[in-house]
C-alpha cells in the first residue's frame, strides 16, 4: 500500500466540494475533518462542516459551542453539530403537517400514536438524519460554499455510502 504524503492529499481534497469523512469510533474523524475544514477557510475558501455524531466533539475541537444550527466559527468557516433528537422530532412533525392537510380529523388520533410509535422504529432516525444531511448539503451548495465536510456518525454512514 502506498502512503501520499500528508500536503498532496489535502491539495486532492481542495478540488472536491463534498468530502466525507468516515471510520470507526476514535480514529480522528472529527479531528481530521476539522483541520480540513480549518485549513480550507483559511485559504479563504468558504467551507462548512457538519457533524452527525451525537457525542457532539466537533464544537469542542473548534472551540466554538455548536448547535442544530449554522453557527460562524470563522469568516470563512461555519459548523453545524446535528442532533438526532431535534431532526427526528421535526421530521415527524412535518410528516404529521402532511398527513393533517388531508386526512380526516377524526382519524388524527391514531395517526399521531402511530407517528409517536415510529420514531423509535428500526431505521427512523437514519431516514430522519439523511434527509437533514441533504437538506443542508443543497442549502450549502446554494450558498456557495467552496468545501462541505461531513462527519456522518456510524449510525449514519451506511445511508451515505
Known amino acids: 500500500m502506498a502512503l501520499h504524503p500528508l500536503p498532496a492529499l489535502v491539495e486532492q481534497l481542495a478540488k472536491q466540494p463534498i468530502i466525507f469523512i468516515g471510520g470507526k469510533g476514535g480514529v480522528g474523524k472529527t479531528t481530521t475533518a476539522a483541520a480540513l475544514a480549518s485549513y480550507y477557510a483559511n485559504q479563504g475558501k468558504k467551507t462548512l462542516i457538519v457533524s452527525t455524531d451525537p457525542a457532539h466533539s466537533l464544537g469542542d475541537v473548534l472551540n466554538v459551542p455548536l448547535k442544530n444550527q449554522k453557527t460562524v466559527v470563522t469568516s470563512c468557516l461555519d459548523a453545524i453539530e ?59 451548495a446554494d450558498a456557495g460554499y467552496e468545501h462541505i465536510i461531513l462527519i456522518p456518525h456510524r449510525r449514519d454512514i451506511h445511508c451515505v455510502y
Open 82 to 140: 446535528l442532533n438526532p433528537d431535534i431532526i427526528v422530532d421535526e421530521h415527524f412533525s412535518q410528516v404529521e403537517r402532511t398527513i393533517t392537510s388531508y386526512a380526516n380529523p377524526d382519524m388524527m388520533p391514531k395517526i399521531r400514536e402511530h407517528l409517536r410509535l415510529s420514531k423509535s422504529a428500526p431505521g427512523a432516525q437514519e431516514a430522519a438524519m439523511l434527509e437533514s444531511m441533504c437538506q443542508h448539503l443543497v442549502a450549502a
